[in-house]
């Protein structure tokens, strides 16, 4: 089992920066890829990005250019910096996990909030 706990989220004006992070514990060796989400009221759950074990990165395009995604193995922690927030970026972002048997795990979320 592995458990994610989400932090990081709050309010932001339009332009501003914000970083979410997310802690696993339990069987963390079994990770391969973590990624972040998210989803606003009314939409479906998307993806946002994804780090392997390698560190490869792949990104949505709403988000390319402006959030940056990054993972630190020895705090088993994964980051989402995120830059030049847009109204649309408002949503819970959750943080997830693959392992190596492709269980998927989900963190509880956290609520981003871009508003003036």
């Known amino acids: 089992q592995v458990q994610l706990v989400e932090s990081g989220g709050g309010l932001v004006q339009p332009g501003g920066s914000l970083r979410v992070s997310c802690v696993a514990s339990?069987?963390?060796?079994?990770?391969?890829?973590m990624g972040w989400y998210r989803q606003a009221p009314g939409k479906q759950r998307e993806l946002v990005a994804r780090?392997?074990?390698?560190?490869?990165?792949n990104y949505a395009d709403s988000v390319k250019g402006r959030f940056t995604i990054s993972r630190d193995i020895a705090k088993n922690t994964v980051y989402l910096q995120m830059n030049s927030l847009k109204p649309e970026d408002t949503a819970v972002y959750y943080c997830?996990?693959?392992?190596?048997?492709?269980?998927?795990?989900w963190g509880k979320g956290t609520l981003v909030t871009v508003s003036s």
């Open positions: 997830k996990a693959e392992s190596v048997n492709m269980v998927w795990y």
């Open positions: 339990g069987s963390i060796a079994s990770i391969t890829i």
């Open positions: 780090i392997t074990d390698s560190g490869f990165t």
